[in-house]
């Protein structure tokens, strides 16, 4: 059985999904499934993703800005339309420039552990750009 995402049912646009904070200058709107979490996460100009781990695989692809990506031994700098796949628990991060960045990622299984972070109501996603 699918996990509700939200009170109406199972659509609803970004801009009716809560951002949550998951670093100081990173944030993710989450989509939950009851296997799988799909995240559409924003990082603020020169912001810093510490080095960290998790049971999850993690694949992603970047929407908007650039990343200097690191996963294990390998350091790469991603651009829009860059992809990458991480293994669960193998060590990354990331830091962006100043113009920020815009990246959906997927977890699997489900990321449990962000039930619980800070709800940033009101606030308007940077992607995808009204109009």
Request: glycine letters at 10%; hydrophobic letters at 35%; a negative charge.
């Given at each position: 059985?699918?996990?509700?995402?939200?009170?109406?049912?199972?659509?609803?646009?970004?801009?009716?999904?809560?951002a949550?904070?998951?670093?100081?200058?990173?944030?993710?709107?989450?989509?939950?499934?009851?296997?799988?979490?799909?995240?559409?996460?924003?990082?603020?100009?020169?912001?810093?993703?510490?080095?960290?781990?998790?049971?999850?695989?993690?694949?992603?692809?970047?929407?908007s800005?650039?990343?200097?990506?690191?996963?294990?031994?390998?350091?790469?700098?991603?651009?829009?339309?860059?992809t990458?796949?991480?293994?669960?628990?193998?060590?990354?991060?990331?830091?962006?420039?100043?113009?920020?960045?815009?990246?959906?990622?997927?977890?699997?299984?489900?990321?449990?552990?962000?039930?619980?972070?800070?709800?940033?109501?009101?606030?308007?996603?940077?992607?995808?750009?009204?109009?």
């Amino acid at each position: 059985m699918m996990t509700e995402m939200n009170s109406s049912g199972p659509f609803a646009d970004l801009g009716d999904l809560d951002a949550q904070r998951i670093w100081e200058g990173v944030t993710g709107r989450v989509v939950e499934g009851e296997r799988v979490t799909l995240a559409v996460i924003e990082l603020d100009p020169d912001s810093v993703v510490p080095e960290h781990r998790h049971e999850n695989e993690q694949v992603g692809v970047l929407v908007s800005g650039r990343l200097e990506f690191r996963i294990a031994d390998e350091t790469r700098r991603v651009e829009p339309g860059g992809t990458w796949c991480i293994p669960a628990d193998v060590p990354h991060e990331v830091r962006t420039g100043s113009e920020g960045a815009v990246a959906v990622e997927v977890f699997a299984p489900a990321r449990t552990d962000w039930a619980g972070l800070e709800r940033l109501e009101g606030r308007s996603p940077r992607w995808p750009k009204a109009g």
